[in-house]
């Protein structure tokens, strides 16, 4: 919950804010992503946007680019922008904006990125990190799994029969595959097919969190 200008909010929130209005623009399973809805903000529109850091930190604060913590970004899309990192239970800011020489290349820049749907995000890390959107970018492309959540993602078989992630470059002849995961309901404890080109290993989940390691032999590259 946030207080701004004497009222209170839920989170996520994005502010569009003026000398005369604060518009709130909240997030909900009807409306388009926080991130969306900025992309449609004017070049000089004040905004204040208040969400899991790593949402805005990969344009504006690359450090936190992976944090789930709460950040509070404000500024304008074709002017500055500032990231904050809330770092207390109870926490306070100020909104300060700046009457700045509008960029419109930099706008354009924000826009775009912003705009970039989850699975098209790339972010540096040596592994793959699933309580964020994106991959990391050695990863070409992936399907089957849901949308980030706090905790992690679902394999989801209304996006695909299997979980397929396929990488940029050959992955080494020899390596380990680390699997931190559970199984839900019924899942739990059958036998599931793990595919690295042309090996296939049989993992098997349990209700409870565990990690697990595959040894792989394969010049291929794929991983469904």
């Given at each position: 919950?946030?207080?701004?200008?004497?009222?209170?909010?839920?989170?996520?929130?994005?502010?569009?804010?003026?000398?005369?209005?604060?518009?709130?623009?909240?997030?909900?399973?009807?409306?388009?992503?926080?991130?969306?809805?900025?992309?449609?903000?004017?070049?000089?529109?004040?905004?204040?946007?208040?969400?899991?850091?790593?949402?805005?930190?990969?344009?504006?604060a690359p450090a936190l680019?992976?944090?789930?913590?709460?950040?509070?970004?404000?500024?304008?899309?074709?002017?500055?922008?500032?990231?904050?990192?809330?770092?207390?239970?109870?926490?306070?800011?100020?909104?300060?904006?700046?009457?700045?020489?509008?960029d419109m290349e930099r706008?354009?820049?924000?826009?775009?990125?912003?705009?970039?749907?989850?699975?098209?995000?790339?972010?540096?890390?040596?592994?793959?990190?699933?309580?964020?959107?994106?991959?990391?970018?050695?990863?070409?492309?992936?399907?089957?799994?849901?949308r980030p959540e706090s905790?992690?993602?679902?394999?989801?078989?209304?996006?695909?029969?299997?979980?397929?992630?396929?990488?940029?470059?050959?992955?080494?002849?020899?390596?380990?595959?680390?699997?931190?995961?559970?199984?839900?309901?019924?899942?739990?404890?059958?036998?599931?097919?793990?595919?690295?080109?042309?090996?296939?290993?049989?993992?098997?989940?349990?209700?409870?969190?565990?990690?697990?390691?595959?040894?792989?032999?394969?010049?291929?590259?794929?991983?469904?």
């Amino acid at each position: 919950m946030i207080a701004f200008s004497g009222s209170h909010f839920r989170l996520p929130l994005l502010l569009r804010v003026s000398d005369k209005r604060v518009e709130p623009l909240p997030e909900s399973e009807y409306s388009a992503p926080l991130r969306f809805q900025l992309a449609d903000f004017a070049p000089r529109d004040n905004f204040v946007w208040i969400d899991r850091c790593y949402k805005m930190a990969q344009l504006w604060a690359p450090a936190l680019a992976l944090s789930t913590d709460w950040c509070v970004s404000q500024g304008q899309l074709g002017g500055q922008q500032t990231v904050q990192h809330v770092d207390k239970a109870q926490w306070q800011g100020k909104t300060a904006f700046k009457d700045t020489m509008i960029d419109m290349e930099r706008y354009k820049g924000n826009v775009d990125t912003l705009k970039i749907v989850d699975n098209d995000i790339r972010y540096k890390a040596d592994s793959f990190i699933f309580n964020v959107a994106g991959a990391p970018e050695e990863v070409k492309q992936f399907s089957g799994i849901s949308r980030p959540e706090s905790w992690g993602r679902w394999s989801n078989a209304q996006l695909g029969d299997e979980v397929k992630i396929e990488y940029k470059a050959p992955l080494p002849k020899k390596f380990d595959l680390v699997i931190t995961a559970k199984a839900f309901g019924d899942n739990a404890n059958r036998p599931i097919p793990v595919r690295v080109g042309n090996e296939e290993q049989t993992l098997v989940l349990g209700h409870d969190v565990a990690t697990i390691t595959l040894h792989s032999t394969t010049r291929r590259t794929r991983i469904p």
